[in-house]
């Protein structure tokens, strides 16, 4: 396995991040910048996540041409039951021929649930070749015995990869034992990562399995999700791992779509679930900082570090009071612009 050195990948957030801030605002910020806690392994950027229906050839052709960050080779709920053996062949003729050009995205595959009775056959028919995907997507993981399943299967189906690196796995919390237990999931997920071909490395919110679940009516403005997806999100941040928004599954109204993922983006998720190639730029635009954002920041964290060499903890910045907190904000802001 091929993960980046912890110095490397500092050396590269550096400099990613410096081509994202101007020039102008930045003075010595090579020499300034420090981000504490950067995770050592590559990290793929999920801003859209577009599901692309297994068994729709047509679509699936389009894969060249979306700019989403992650695609979603769907088995699941985008796939009529009397399709799920077109979309396995389908996609699984998709790795094997190499036919489509994943350049710049993450190639990934959702499975049917564990519960469903379907899964293994998906595993064994999309995973027993030579070319894997980069991520997998498992929905409806109700409990850590789900993961446990999972992870004996994975075991016993991948033979080989031309991979240097990990199948990563994201999860989905769709109910509310779902919700009750992901802490316990998480943390098994993180354990199970240690032994078998898996990383766990994200958290989908299903919002609308989840309101069928609770018997919550959908609204554009989602309040009746507020505590759900705050608590997805806090959790899926204990665990360090991204957390995956909502659909707008009203993928007409971009104007919509922009709010909700404005405020996905502010309260911490890294990425949204879309539908839609229309649906794409607008989520990408909201997860990633804007430029006089990432130039405040870069501005914030030297002038910290100017103010904590002077032996001063708290002092004024561009008119707010800067303090340790917001400095981790800054430098969260920064990490986000590094990464895409
Ligand atoms: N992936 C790739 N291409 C897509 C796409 C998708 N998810 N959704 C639409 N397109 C393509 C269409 O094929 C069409 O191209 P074409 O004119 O060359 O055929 C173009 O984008 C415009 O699509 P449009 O006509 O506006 O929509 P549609 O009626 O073809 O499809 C949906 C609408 C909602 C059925 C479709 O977007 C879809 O299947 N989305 C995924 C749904 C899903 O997976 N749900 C489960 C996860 S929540
Ligand atoms: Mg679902």
Redesign the pocket.
């Given at each position: 396995m091929s993960y980046l050195k912890p110095t490397q990948t500092l050396l590269s957030l550096n400099r990613k991040v410096m081509k994202a801030a101007s020039s102008r605002s930045v003075r010595n910020f090579s020499t300034t910048l420090q981000l504490h806690n950067v995770d050592a392994r590559r990290y793929i950027p999920r801003r859209a996540v577009?599901?692309?229906?297994g068994s729709?050839e047509?679509?699936l052709k389009?894969i060249p041409s979306?700019s989403a960050d992650c695609i979603v080779m769907?088995c699941e709920?985008?796939v009529a039951l009397s399709k799920k053996e077109a979309a396995r062949s389908m996609i699984r003729r998709i790795l094997d021929s190499q036919e489509i050009d994943f350049t710049g995205k993450d190639c990934s595959v959702r499975f049917n649930s564990v519960d469903s009775g379907l899964c293994e056959d998906d595993m064994r028919e999309i995973l027993s070749g030579a070319h894997l995907p980069s991520t997998v997507h498992l929905p409806k993981v109700e409990s850590p015995q789900h993961l446990e399943w999972f992870a004996e299967k994975l075991k016993s189906v991948v033979k080989t990869s031309t991979s240097s690196e990990k199948l990563r796995l994201i999860i989905f919390t769709e109910s509310a034992t779902s919700l009750l237990d992901l802490p316990a999931i998480c943390r098994r997920g993180v354990e199970l990562s240690k032994d078998f071909p898996f990383e766990l490395d994200g958290v989908v919110f299903g919002s609308d399995d989840f309101c069928a679940d609770i018997g919550a009516t959908r609204t554009n403005e989602a309040k009746e999700l507020s505590f759900a997806r705050q608590y997805v999100l806090t959790v899926a941040k204990a665990f360090k791992l991204q957390a995956i928004d909502l659909?707008y599954i009203d993928?007409k109204d971009l104007d919509g779509l922009k709010v909700q993922s404005e405020e996905g983006a502010g309260m911490g998720f890294t990425g949204k679930?879309v539908?839609?190639?229309?649906q794409v730029s607008v989520v990408q635009a909201a997860f990633t900082p804007r430029p006089e954002k990432v130039e405040w920041a870069a501005g914030l964290v030297q002038a910290f570090e100017e103010h904590q060499k002077e032996g001063k903890g708290a002092f004024t910045y561009k008119g707010h009071m800067i303090d340790m907190p917001l400095l981790l904000q800054a430098r969260n802001i920064l990490q986000m612009a590094s990464r895409t």
């Amino acid at each position: 396995m091929s993960y980046l050195k912890p110095t490397q990948t500092l050396l590269s957030l550096n400099r990613k991040v410096m081509k994202a801030a101007s020039s102008r605002s930045v003075r010595n910020f090579s020499t300034t910048l420090q981000l504490h806690n950067v995770d050592a392994r590559r990290y793929i950027p999920r801003r859209a996540v577009l599901y692309v229906p297994g068994s729709d050839e047509r679509k699936l052709k389009k894969i060249p041409s979306l700019s989403a960050d992650c695609i979603v080779m769907d088995c699941e709920d985008g796939v009529a039951l009397s399709k799920k053996e077109a979309a396995r062949s389908m996609i699984r003729r998709i790795l094997d021929s190499q036919e489509i050009d994943f350049t710049g995205k993450d190639c990934s595959v959702r499975f049917n649930s564990v519960d469903s009775g379907l899964c293994e056959d998906d595993m064994r028919e999309i995973l027993s070749g030579a070319h894997l995907p980069s991520t997998v997507h498992l929905p409806k993981v109700e409990s850590p015995q789900h993961l446990e399943w999972f992870a004996e299967k994975l075991k016993s189906v991948v033979k080989t990869s031309t991979s240097s690196e990990k199948l990563r796995l994201i999860i989905f919390t769709e109910s509310a034992t779902s919700l009750l237990d992901l802490p316990a999931i998480c943390r098994r997920g993180v354990e199970l990562s240690k032994d078998f071909p898996f990383e766990l490395d994200g958290v989908v919110f299903g919002s609308d399995d989840f309101c069928a679940d609770i018997g919550a009516t959908r609204t554009n403005e989602a309040k009746e999700l507020s505590f759900a997806r705050q608590y997805v999100l806090t959790v899926a941040k204990a665990f360090k791992l991204q957390a995956i928004d909502l659909v707008y599954i009203d993928y007409k109204d971009l104007d919509g779509l922009k709010v909700q993922s404005e405020e996905g983006a502010g309260m911490g998720f890294t990425g949204k679930q879309v539908i839609h190639p229309g649906q794409v730029s607008v989520v990408q635009a909201a997860f990633t900082p804007r430029p006089e954002k990432v130039e405040w920041a870069a501005g914030l964290v030297q002038a910290f570090e100017e103010h904590q060499k002077e032996g001063k903890g708290a002092f004024t910045y561009k008119g707010h009071m800067i303090d340790m907190p917001l400095l981790l904000q800054a430098r969260n802001i920064l990490q986000m612009a590094s990464r895409t």
